[in-house]
T-cell receptor, first 115, second 112 residues
């Protein structure tokens, strides 16, 4: 069966510090991978999407970047964190060609607090 | 663009009460519709889904029917339990990358 891991589970970082969050998927090949952010009072927002190694699409211009160095690994990074980067970061995966019917499965999330 | 509107919470019910959480959507094309549940401190879990009009998704006593004529996907459960306390998200696949578009979530609290 497929599983998805995220780490760390929680993180407290000062403003201006770098960030690296990792997501890995097991039990499937060539998944579509997603990074979402859940900010207080703002629901869930798609940040990045990847259909394959080295292929990243960004939905929202921001202080963050994403990379996919391996088929089942997705990394979210920042060079300098802002207070507004605080939130709950969720990684998700799906299989398929994208579009209307793919079900997405979510990881346990990383809660980031920027002070 | 595509969007999802959920009833605002929080919703507080007594155990064994009937639950309805309203969800309506705006979409071009024919999206799939989903309900996800988020328990405190955890990620999202898929609760149920429907991929075409008149489909009924069901799981753990929860049900929702894809109503194209009213563009709705209301979540219902006949008898809620304390363990159902969570935040419920309605979503559709409609983003430019095939991503999910979520409603803002409805927090449900069930009291014993």
């Amino acid at each position: 069966s497929q599983t998805i891991h995220q780490w760390p589970a929680t993180l407290v970082q000062p403003v201006g510090s770098p960030l690296s969050l990792e997501c890995t998927v097991e039990g499937t090949s060539n998944p579509n991978l997603y990074w979402y952010r859940q900010a207080a009072g703002r629901g869930l927002q798609l940040l990045f999407y990847s259909v394959g190694i080295g292929q990243i699409s960004s939905e929202v211009p921001q202080n963050l970047s994403a990379s996919r160095p391996q088929d089942r690994q997705f990394i979210l990074s920042s060079k300098k964190l802002l207070l507004s980067d605080s939130g709950f970061y969720l990684c998700a995966w799906s299989v398929g060609v994208g579009g209307g019917t793919d079900t997405q499965y979510f990881g346990p999330g990383t809660r980031l607090t920027v002070l | 663009g595509d969007s999802v509107t959920q009833m605002e919470g929080p919703v507080t019910l007594s155990e064994e009460a009937f639950l309805t959480i309203n969800c309506t959507y705006t979409a071009t094309g024919y999206p799939s519709l989903f309900w996800y549940v988020q328990y405190p401190g955890e990620g999202l879990q898929l609760l149920l889904k429907a991929t075409k009009a008149d489909d009924k998704g069901s799981n753990k006593g929860f049900e929702a029917t894809y109503r194209k004529e009213t563009t709705s996907f209301h979540l219902e459960k006949g008898s809620v339990q304390v363990s159902d306390s969570a935040v419920y998200f309605c979503a559709l696949t409609g983003g430019s990358q095939g991503n999910l578009i979520f409603g803002k979530g409805t927090k449900l609290s069930v009291k014993p």
